[in-house]
């Protein structure tokens, strides 16, 4: 790890004071379970590192007219522990689940689960976000078996590693990101981006930004959930996830929203599922034709088209969830 | 002098980071040049708490970006230095990049220290206050064999770093020892040959002990499923499974042990 300055401000405007307006010179400091990884393989060199952990305005859980209102801080067991996200956000729970480390849960916070740095081996090894050599991609010729197969046509190949991205974009979240000059809001889809070049980042947030809080919209009326699929029941990244959000209208779905984790450098909508389920009941065929819908599309690197089947069960079991007891 | 991995130093007096890591080219970049060719301690650290004058014109303002770029294509000595604006901004706040004092509560005793801001906790208790009872074998957040209770929760004490771990109780597996009687725990690891080699025995136990404060009457079916973040390559799960077990029900007065 290389050396570097430390600070623990107390309050947002000492924390936002000591950002810089490029990358590279200031990392922000919070569950800390991904940020010491790159800070110890050299993949992120700051020059000083800002704990945010001691600001009381980035934690808690409020419930408020326009939604939930979960601080950056609140960390996986906090929402795990927390009645008003077991109330109504479903999708976010089994997410929390997934992370399946009690040590991770109560050190890893979800707006850094958001600002995680992608788990793509060639970029954790030191080859940049894009894995780029001599203008060829190392991961479309090398060992991509956990890459994108959703949005891989540009030079980005990585998969989006958050866990709670693609429950979010599927409940419509906004997140709140402050800096020293202002505030702005985003949907949580807009925030993830895919880069076009190894100078930008899988993120929204510009580097003298903190992200503040994330906002999630009323789902009372809303079937939401989240299926993993899962090498092994333990520590590990998911193969494929699936978030879906539906907006009934008595049993019948009125709109569907419905997102896939890990296929793409972003959180993917799969807008065809999304088409094949709006204005029908979810009986067992319509299911299927939505996890048939949401492959659609699909450009599979190499070594990765069985993530291309992965992609039909996890939406299919995540609908099979969020469908209402008969 | 012992030096570990690049991010211990000399405990007493010492101020110079050791240039052991030096191991990655990276490195070069934060020592510069100069550092390189003058090993002494001596030389780093007055580099280190002052860095060199930016080359500016005469009377020219120096504006921050037009610092940071000039030092960048300048020596690349700069390392973790502020520019003048952005310190005298920042001052109060930031500490470090040199060992700075630190003070860790472990199993109840205060221990102060100088430790540069990067020195994990895991590090701090292995390597300055010989609490090896935490092991660092991934050192990723991933392995589990450093688990210490923080505050009474399970953490991974390589992914968290000293200084941030100030004023937090940290609780390690040298805790369970101090009494004449070892703690249930133990005992019921060794009854059910819980572990093979030993190596993540320290954080199995450790994680338990959290564990079984939160669920005091667990089935097997809940201790299968709450050990995801530790991993035993031995492979001695059902052991520990047997273990953590048994120490329930002692707990529990005897009852079906």
Redesign the interface.
């Known amino acids: 790890?290389?050396?570097?300055?430390?600070?623990?401000?107390t309050t947002l405007k000492?924390a936002l004071?000591?950002l810089?307006?490029?990358w590279g010179?200031a990392d922000i400091?919070a569950g800390?379970?991904d940020l010491?990884?790159l800070?110890?393989d050299?993949i992120h060199?700051p020059?000083?590192?800002i704990?945010i952990?001691g600001i009381k305005e980035l934690g808690g859980i409020r419930k408020t007219d326009s939604g939930l209102r979960i601080g950056a801080l609140v960390t996986v067991?906090e929402l795990l522990a927390s009645p008003e996200v077991r109330a109504e956000y479903p999708a976010l729970i089994q997410a929390a689940e997934g992370i399946?480390?009690?040590?991770?849960r109560?050190?890893g916070t979800i707006g850094g689960d958001l600002c995680q740095r992608p788990h793509c081996w060639y970029f954790r090894q030191g080859f940049g976000l894009l894995a780029m050599k001599d203008g060829r991609s190392l991961v479309r010729e090398g060992d991509n078996r956990y890459h994108a197969i959703f949005g891989n046509q540009g030079p980005a190949c990585f998969v989006s590693a958050s866990s709670f991205g693609p429950p979010l974009v599927a409940l419509n979240a906004r997140v709140k990101l402050v800096s020293a000059k202002g505030e702005r809001e985003l949907p949580v889809e807009k925030f993830f981006v895919t880069p076009q070049s190894e100078s930008e980042r899988e993120i929204a947030l510009r580097p003298d930004e903190i992200l503040t809080e994330i906002l999630v919209p009323p789902a009372a009326n809303v079937r939401n959930a989240t299926y993993e699929v899962r090498q092994r029941?333990?520590?590990d990244w998911p193969l494929v996830t699936a978030s879906v959000a539906l907006t009934m209208k008595g049993t019948a779905v009125a709109s569907a929203r419905v997102v896939l984790g890990h296929v793409a450098p972003t959180p993917w909508r799969a807008t065809e599922a999304e088409k094949v389920l709006a204005g029908k009941g979810l009986s067992a065929a319509v299911i299927q034709k939505a996890a048939e819908a949401a492959v659609t599309g699909a450009t599979p690197l190499s070594r990765n088209a069985y993530k291309v089947q992965l992609v039909r069960a996890a939406v299919r079991r995540a609908l099979e969830a969020a469908r209402p007891k008969a | 002098m012992r030096t570990f991995d690049?991010?211990a130093v000399e405990r007493a007096g010492a101020c110079a980071?050791p240039l052991s890591?030096l191991r990655?080219p990276?490195?070069l970049?934060?020592f510069g040049t100069i550092a390189v060719r003058q090993s002494k301690e001596g030389a780093l650290m007055s580099m280190?708490k002052k860095p060199p004058e930016p080359k500016t014109e005469p009377g020219a303002g120096v504006s921050r970006?037009g610092f940071?770029r000039d030092v960048s294509l300048g020596t690349g000595a700069l390392?973790?230095?502020?520019t003048p604006g952005?310190a005298r901004?920042?001052a109060p706040?930031?500490?470090?990049?040199?060992p700075?004092p630190v003070t860790l509560t472990i199993n109840g005793k205060p221990h102060k220290l100088q430790l540069?801001?990067?020195v994990?906790l895991l590090d701090a208790l292995r390597n300055y206050l010989d609490y090896t009872g935490a092991k660092r074998v991934c050192?990723?957040?991933?392995c589990?064999a450093c688990?210490v209770l923080?505050d009474g929760?399970?953490?991974?004490a390589?992914?968290?770093?000293a200084?941030?771990a100030q004023g937090k109780n940290i609780q390690t597996i040298e805790s369970l020892a101090l009494s004449p009687q070892p703690d249930p725990l133990i005992r019921a690891f060794v009854n059910n040959d819980g572990l093979q080699c030993g190596f993540c025995t320290p954080g199995f136990v450790m994680?338990a002990k959290?564990?079984l404060a939160e669920n005091p009457n667990p089935t097997m079916e809940q201790i299968k499923?709450?050990?995801?973040?530790n991993?035993c390559r031995c492979g001695s799960y059902n052991g520990i499974r047997r273990a953590i077990l048994e120490a329930a029900k002692a707990a529990q007065g005897g009852k079906n042990a």
Not at chain 1, 100 to 104: A, G, L, N, P, Y
Not at chain 2, 79 to 82: R, Y
Not at chain 2, 225 to 229: I, N, S, T, V
């Open positions: 790890m290389q050396a570097f300055a430390y600070a623990s401000p000492e004071a000591l810089a307006d490029r010179v400091l800390g379970t010491l990884n800070l110890k050299h060199t020059q000083r590192v704990n952990k067991s399946k480390s009690v040590q991770i109560n050190m029941e333990t520590l | 690049g991010t980071p890591h990655r990276f490195a970049l934060y280190i970006r940071i390392g973790v230095a502020l952005e901004a920042a706040a930031l500490r470090g990049p040199g700075v540069e801001p990067r994990t050192d990723r957040g991933t589990g688990t923080m929760k399970p953490v991974y390589c992914s968290i770093l200084i941030d994680a959290a564990f499923r709450a050990f995801g973040g991993l």
